[in-house]
């Protein structure tokens, strides 16, 4: 690659990779809102695009059985077999061996393992993760089976109390080196706070939560965020009694950043309640606002993202004004993922949990 031979024999000074500190693992991003249409899919789409073309190692995971994300980046699911349900079902299938494993010793009858959680048990990332026509960006991708994980999480829960639910994800994430393989790793989530969103939040260093700078989208991604708060604070009630109890460390979620984004911004009709919305959530906020543009608009069905699209199909001061509002929405986005890395290189990493 270029890049690399650039980096290695040096033609200047200037630096050619882009950064990340050496032995630190990937950033893992999470895209996501339970209101519908704000903008997850198109933001986690060209973030990714763009640090790919930026030279990232990127990893892509859609996690909402739309599909969408998938169908950007043109990946192919026969079945949820190709997504992160057996991810998941393995972490399950990982859990119920150790439970039985203390039954045995115990002399108390196991726990079974069905066909699918067997076959899940085999499953490891070359089986999910799939290549695709970027260069720099690798897919785990979604279909309409995904959904049935839903269902299916709560009744695995049931079979077994201590399952944490909410970790498989991230379980999978640190197996196997996938931090390692890649730079940074983009979850695309469904427009629901749903098992699968919960893990993706769990998973997640930095939390992007997209909204159009409307009343209705600005009044429920408020309530988003209270729910949010239930819901993890009421898990980490949960388990910490019992961790407690076991003398074991206890369970706290957080998140390197969190930022609510702009999206669809039209300055001529928005910029009030834009203005409302900054002062509303101050820092977790992002300066910079996605302007509404007609490269993903309209073409966005037809066209696999800007970075795609054909100058030729749009008037210039389009083509132009599409590019630069994803550019710098990318932009403020490096900013904040250099600035976790920075302060975990300085200040030591953020404590597990
Ligand atoms: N900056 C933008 N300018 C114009 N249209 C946009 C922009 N961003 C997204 N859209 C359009 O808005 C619609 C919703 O966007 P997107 O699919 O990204 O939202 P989402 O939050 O992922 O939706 P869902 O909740 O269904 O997953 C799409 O038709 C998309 O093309
Ligand atoms: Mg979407």
């Given amino acids: ?18 950064y990340r500190p050496e032995g630190l693992p990937a950033k893992v991003v ?3 809102n339970f209101k519908g249409g704000v903008g997850k899919t198109s933001t986690a789409a060209h973030l990714a695009m763009s640090a790919a073309l930026d030279g990232y190692r990127v990893l892509v995971i859609d996690l909402d059985s739309q599909g969408s994300m998938t169908s950007i980046l043109g990946g192919n699911v026969a079945d949820e077999w190709q997504t992160v349900f057996p991810l998941i079902a393995k972490d399950y299938a990982q859990a119920v061996q150790q439970e039985n494993r203390v039954r045995n010793a115990a002399g108390q009858s196991e726990i079974p393992l069905d066909e699918t959680l067997n076959e899940a048990l085999k499953t490891g990332p070359g089986d999910v993760i799939q290549k695709t026509h970027w260069p720099n960006i690798d897919l785990i991708g979604a279909q309409l089976n995904l959904y049935w994980a839903e269902f299916q999480i709560p009744v695995w829960r049931m079979g077994l109390r201590s399952w944490p639910l909410w970790d498989g994800l991230t379980n999978f994430l640190h197996q196997d080196g996938v931090l390692d393989d890649y730079d ?3 979850l695309d989530t469904p427009p629901a706070l749903g098992y699968l969103t919960i893990n993706a939040l769990a998973a997640a ?9 409307s009343f209705l989208e600005f009044d429920s991604t408020g309530r988003f965020f209270d729910m949010l708060y239930t819901t993890f604070a009421s898990i980490e009630d949960g388990e910490n009694a019992a961790q407690r109890a076991a003398g074991l460390p206890e369970l706290k979620f957080e998140w390197d950043v ?9 300055a001529s009709q928005q910029t009030d309640m834009a203005n409302v919305i ?11 606002r996605q302007d509404y543009t007609a490269l993903v608009g309209q073409a ?8 795609e699209a054909d100058y030729r199909d749009f008037n210039r001061d389009t083509y132009v004004r599409g590019r630069e509002t994803f550019d710098r929405t990318y932009a403020e986005f490096k900013e904040v993922l250099i600035g976790c890395w920075w302060r975990d290189t300085h200040m030591g990493d953020k404590a597990d949990g």
């Fill in 205 to 213: 260093d930095i939390l992007l939560v997209p909204l159009g700078a």
């Fill in 184 to 186: 940074i790793v983009f």
């Fill in 278 to 288: 900054q002062a509303y959530f101050g820092d977790f906020m992002n300066a910079y």
């Fill in 300 to 307: 966005g069905e037809q066209v696999n993202g800007i970075y």
């Fill in 30 to 32: 999470a895209v996501a």
């Fill in 258 to 266: 969190v930022r609510a984004i702009i999206t669809r911004f039209d």
């Fill in 1 to 18: 690659m270029l890049r690399k031979h650039f980096a290695a024999e040096g033609v200047s000074t200037k630096e050619y990779l882009p």
